[in-house]
């Protein structure tokens, strides 16, 4: 059972990246599925989620109008498209998939914006 993210690295100001978050040894849809953050000296926030059952999303005020989370279920992962991206969106990304007392976190994925 894991979570793998990929899509992070280095971009300018005002660029994108897409996230991708592969669950495998489970059926991700069937899991809330979340993307986190967390920069130098701070907590670790949560940026998207998509529930299930029934898709209702959430954002961060941060980042809402900028970012989007959907999921491919025929992939069996969930992505975060972020546009516009900000030097305050620098951190690790982390993907989260929960259902009732299950919790599973992937490793990480670094994001830097700068100049």
């Known amino acids: 059972l894991q979570l793998v993210e990929s899509g992070g690295g280095l971009v300018q100001p005002g660029g994108s990246l897409r996230l991708s978050c592969a669950a495998s040894?489970?059926?991700?849809?069937?899991?809330?599925g979340s993307w986190y953050r967390q920069a130098p000296g701070k907590e670790r926030e949560l940026v998207a989620l998509?529930?299930?059952?029934?898709?209702?999303?959430n954002y961060a005020d941060s980042v809402k109008g900028r970012f989007t989370i959907s999921r491919d279920n025929t992939e069996n992962t969930v992505y975060l498209q972020m546009n516009s991206l900000k030097p305050e969106d620098t951190a690790v990304y982390y993907c989260?998939?929960?259902?009732?007392?299950?919790?599973?976190w992937g490793q990480g994925t670094q994001v830097t914006v700068s100049s």
């Open positions: 989260n998939a929960r259902r009732g007392n299950l919790n599973y």
């Open positions: 040894g489970f059926t991700f849809s069937w899991f809330h």
């Open positions: 998509i529930a299930s059952p029934g898709g209702i999303i």
